[in-house]
């Protein structure tokens, strides 16, 4: 019930089209979601993140959809650019659990 | 704003011995976690640290410890390494507040167990 799934495990994008990576988790309780952008040789970033109780969150070109009934949520990269091939990870926390998925590996082709 | 350190950097040692990881966190950051990274189990939360006192601890066994300083630094301690030790180990740093979310990872400690 900690375990949060994720998929695709990569991915493969032209330049402007759009990235969508998908998460699920088990445990009603979770009820905060983030997601993070890692860089090779990098750590973990906290790129954006949504609480249950909405249903899509926007910052620049990276969106969050959430679906509470269904229990997954997805993040969707807009017009992808080669910056944005990276390793992204969505989380699922409650109260002081954490838990990660095992994340997608984004490759936006020039 | 200086980020997260971590130090060392990277770290060879042979099985059954043991190793100090050291974590620096952001200036007023008072929450420090640590995260184990491998190939095949991704990212796994090890323990959290607020306040020099353990907050929150993850699945692992008792030879993975902790503990955290007056001034919001970290060190992780490994006994009894085992090849399956081998790994990116992170430290993040927070201001603490709920929920517990990490917002700044360090560059990681690369860990290799011979």
Redesign the interface.
């Known amino acids: 019930q900690q375990q949060v799934k994720q998929s695709p495990q990569s991915l493969i994008v032209q330049k402007g089209g759009i990235s969508i990576i998908n998460c699920a988790y088990e445990n009603t309780a979770f009820d905060y979601f983030p997601w993070y952008q890692q860089f090779p040789g990098k750590g973990p970033a906290l790129l954006i993140a949504i609480r249950p109780d909405v249903s899509e969150k926007k910052e620049g070109r990276f969106t969050i959809s959430f679906n509470k009934s269904a229990k997954q949520f997805s993040l969707h990269i807009m017009d992808s650019q080669p910056g944005d091939s990276a390793t992204y990870f969505c989380a699922a926390v409650y109260g002081q659990n954490f838990v990660f998925g095992p994340g997608t590996r984004l490759s936006v082709l020039p | 704003k200086a980020g ?1 350190t971590q130090t060392p950097r990277y770290l060879i040692k042979t099985r059954g011995q043991q190793v100090t990881l050291s974590c620096s966190p952001i200036s007023g950051h008072r929450s420090v ?1 640590w ?1 184990q990274q491998t190939p095949g189990q ?4 090890l323990f ?1 640290y607020f306040s020099e006192t353990q ?2 601890k993850g699945n692992f066994p008792g030879r993975f410890s902790g503990r955290q300083f007056s001034n919001s630094r970290s060190e992780m301690n490994v006994s009894t390494l085992e090849l399956g030790d081998s790994a990116l180990y ?1 430290c ?1 740093s927070s201001s603490g507040t709920a ?10 400690t690369r860990l290799t167990v011979l």
């Open positions: 997260v976690s995260y991704g990212l796994q939360f959290e907050r929150n992170l993040a929920p517990l979310v990490p917002q700044y990872f360090g560059p990681g």
